[in-house]
């Protein structure tokens, strides 16, 4: 996992605050998914992975199938980001490249929305999937793995170590833009949960706008 003081791409504030809106935003998806699959995740695919282990050690084959599908899920999404990314010219006009990856997660954050409305619910959850794996690619450059932003386990430790740094005469802030991307996945989960039992899966109509205004941001960043 690549921290943001590890990424050249996180090298100003502007920069930073966007992971941290991003971080936020998956972490207010991930919140409504836990709850609407009872347990499972639509980002945090470490968790399913461990969850599918015990399933399949308990013989729930049924659950372990599920979890294996949203792990397939998120990989293509993952893969259809970095398409979108290098399809854009990335590295020539980054700001314009980014704004196109959120604009396919607004996209299908919405679909998601709608096909729950219409009773689909079981395709929402999936388009839901693949636009968390999409978003991982917006700070994707030069062929790398990029920064992941629906997780946060390796910018606790990133910030640990910085700590650590500092204590021996490091940079003494060092440390904040990973604990500050932990901070906004906390703080957007707790969003969505508050939002999930009042709308229930309808709140992704919320991220969904949220990724449709962060994309034309990104689109007036890349004009100036």
Not at 55 to 76: E, K, N, T
Not at 127 to 141: D, H, K, P, T, Y
């Amino acid at each position: 996992m690549v921290s943001p003081l590890d990424n050249a791409m996180l090298n100003s504030r502007r920069d930073v605050a966007l992971a941290c809106a991003l971080s936020a935003l998956a972490g207010y998806v991930d919140g409504i998914g836990f709850i609407h699959l009872g347990g499972l995740f639509v980002s945090f695919m470490s968790g399913n992975s461990t969850r599918m282990g015990v399933s399949l050690a308990d013989r729930h084959w049924q659950d372990a199938a599920q979890a294996l599908g949203l792990i397939a899920l998120f990989v293509a999404g993952a893969a259809l980001g970095s398409l979108i990314v290098f399809g854009r010219g990335a590295n020539r006009q980054r700001y314009n490249a980014q704004s196109w990856v959120l604009l396919a997660e607004a996209m299908l954050l919405a679909a998601a929305a709608a096909c729950d409305a219409l009773g689909f619910p079981q395709i929402a959850v999936a388009a839901i999937v693949l636009a968390m794996g999409l978003e991982n690619a917006v700070f994707q450059i030069d062929g790398g793995a990029g920064l992941g932003l629906t997780y946060v386990t390796g910018a606790l430790v990133k910030a640990g170590q910085l700590i650590a740094a500092a204590l021996r005469g490091g940079a003494r802030w060092g440390w904040m833009p990973n604990l500050l991307l932990w901070a906004a996945l906390v703080t957007g989960s707790l969003c969505g949960a508050l939002a999930y039992h009042r709308l229930g899966l309808a709140a992704i109509w919320f991220a969904a706008g949220a990724a449709l205004a962060l994309s034309a941001i990104l689109t007036q960043w890349s004009r100036t």
